[in-house]
């Protein structure tokens, strides 16, 4: 049973390169989340998505930060330019919906981002 | 949504049971209690949720008082591989968006 799955595990790239993470979420899930992990500021919420459409991208710190999600199985978060404050864990997880009761999310292991 | 407060850290010796506090005093009635934990270098992992009853799955025991200000999860017998970073959330939106804080870093020893 696969879980979240996300690509690349470990991006190293130089100021001012565009940068592209990748997600699948868990086959029949509906909702796909975006976050960001550092020491100073946690985990935070950048963007959600529901049936492929953005429903809150108010976490989303930057114009230079843009997420698709083209279909249901696959999504990407974008950084262009990127710069060294953007260095971090991100991670993307997914959940499905049940009209009875809040449904968990699933996370992947992360993209693990560094600016140089 | 409601804040939780959760000890920073807490140490558990291996085989016994860990139990770790969660205070939410100021949760509603529809606000439903999650329990994550992330270990070293991977995803945050669900672990359960309860609102009003308690709960227990093949990980773990969720006991919600009476007046729902404060919730305790309990690993029955803990292993090495339960060291992790423990969150709990108050969650209210129908999607369950999670507000991540701290957590507790739980450090089981041989």
């Known amino acids: 049973d696969a879980g979240v799955i996300q690509s690349p595990r470990h991006e190293v790239t130089e100021m001012g390169q565009e940068v592209t993470l990748r997600c699948k979420p868990i086959?029949?899930?509906?909702?796909l989340f975006w976050y960001r992990q550092t020491m100073m500021r946690g985990l935070e919420l950048l963007i959600y998505?529901?049936?492929?459409?953005?429903?809150?991208d108010s976490g989303m710190p930057e114009d230079r930060f843009s997420a698709k999600m083209p279909n249901a199985s696959f999504s990407t978060l974008k950084i262009q330019p990127s710069e060294p404050r953007d260095s971090a864990v991100y991670f993307c997880?997914?959940?499905?919906?049940?009209?009875?009761?809040?449904?968990?999310?699933?996370f992947g292991d992360g993209t693990r981002l560094s600016i140089l | 949504d409601a804040k939780t407060t959760q000890p920073p850290s807490m140490d558990c010796a291996e085989g016994r049971a860990a139990n770790l506090p969660c205070n939410h005093s100021?949760?509603?009635?529809?606000?439903?209690v999650y329990w994550y934990r992330q270990i070293h270098s991977q995803g945050p992992q669900y672990i359960i949720h309860?609102?009003?009853n308690n709960e227990t799955n093949e990980m773990a025991s969720l006991i919600i008082t009476e007046d729902r200000k404060s919730s305790t999860l309990i690993l029955p017998h803990a292993t090495l591989r339960d060291t992790a970073v423990y969150y709990c959330?108050?969650?209210?939106?129908?999607?369950?968006?999670?507000?991540f804080g701290a957590g507790t870093q739980v450090v089981v020893t041989p």
């Open positions: 998505f529901n049936n492929n459409v953005p429903i809150d």
């Open positions: 309860g609102l009003k």
């Open positions: 086959s029949g899930h509906d909702y």
């Open positions: 997880a997914s959940s499905s919906t049940d009209s009875y009761s809040n449904q968990p999310q699933h």
């Open positions: 959330i108050v969650v209210t939106d129908s999607w369950g968006k999670l507000q």
């Open positions: 100021t949760i509603s009635g529809n606000e439903y």
